[in-house]
């Protein structure tokens, strides 16, 4: 009887040690932990705490573009749409809370300058058609609008495929950004290193 007993509760036990063990990893495997492929996810605390000690690069890609959806135009069918101009509203005042001070860049894209200008309405868009070009030449390109900024934090619009560029030169991995998914990169030394995804909870 005794031995059924403590056969009883060792099984109980083991039942609630796989179960918290399921629990803890379906927790790792949240949006907020890492992606699948490996890239670091950080909220817009730890990009403020990472601008305190170096000019930060944000790199956003546009909102949903209007030749792809079925959703309405916000005008220019090359743009995007209301739902992506409300969208970049709403990432730019949860991005604004943390990090006010910062210039503001796109691409020479009709869709990243109407995302950009929705992102801030209070800041002036400056537009660079080199964030169209995406490559090895990025970072100079990227370095170059720090320079005009004088080393303050810097948001760009730009496009997925400089993104994913950016990814897998940085990190070797595969990344494939949504509408307003974005990247977070500082300079030290002289080097632009790739922290990893902004998160927004």
């Given at each position: 009887m005794l031995a059924l007993t403590l056969r009883s509760?060792?099984?109980?036990?083991?039942?609630?040690?796989?179960?918290?063990?399921?629990?803890i990893m379906a927790g790792l495997n949240t949006r907020l932990a890492w992606s699948s492929n490996g890239l670091p996810r950080i909220d817009s605390e730890t990009v403020a705490a990472i601008a305190q000690?170096?000019?930060?690069?944000?790199?956003?890609?546009?909102?949903?573009?209007?030749?792809?959806s079925s959703n309405e135009c916000l005008s220019d069918k090359t743009g995007i749409t209301v739902n992506g101009a409300y969208n970049a509203r709403a990432?730019?005042?949860?991005?604004?809370?943390?990090m006010k001070d910062y210039d503001l860049y796109s691409s020479n894209a009709v869709r990243t300058i109407q995302s950009a200008?929705?992102?801030?309405?209070?800041?002036?868009?400056t537009?660079?058609?080199?964030?169209?070009?995406?490559?090895?030449?990025?970072?100079?390109?990227i370095e170059a609008l720090q320079a005009k900024s004088q080393n303050k934090n810097v948001?760009?619009?730009?496009?997925?495929?400089?993104?994913?560029?950016?990814?897998?030169?940085?990190?070797?991995v595969k990344f494939e950004p949504?509408?307003?998914?974005?990247?977070?990169?500082h300079s030290e030394n002289?080097?632009?290193?790739?922290?990893g995804e902004l998160v927004f909870r």
């Open positions: 509760v060792k099984s109980k036990k083991n039942i609630a040690i796989l179960m918290m063990a399921f629990v000690q170096h000019p930060v690069v944000v790199l956003f890609r546009h909102a949903e573009r209007c030749d792809r990432r730019g005042r949860a991005f604004s809370e943390k200008t929705w992102f801030s309405a209070d800041k002036k868009v537009v660079d058609k080199n964030m169209q070009e995406c490559g090895h030449r990025i970072y100079r390109s948001v760009i619009f730009t496009h997925n495929h400089c993104l994913s560029y950016i990814v897998k030169d940085k990190r070797g949504d509408y307003l998914d974005s990247l977070v990169m002289g080097k632009l290193i790739l922290d």
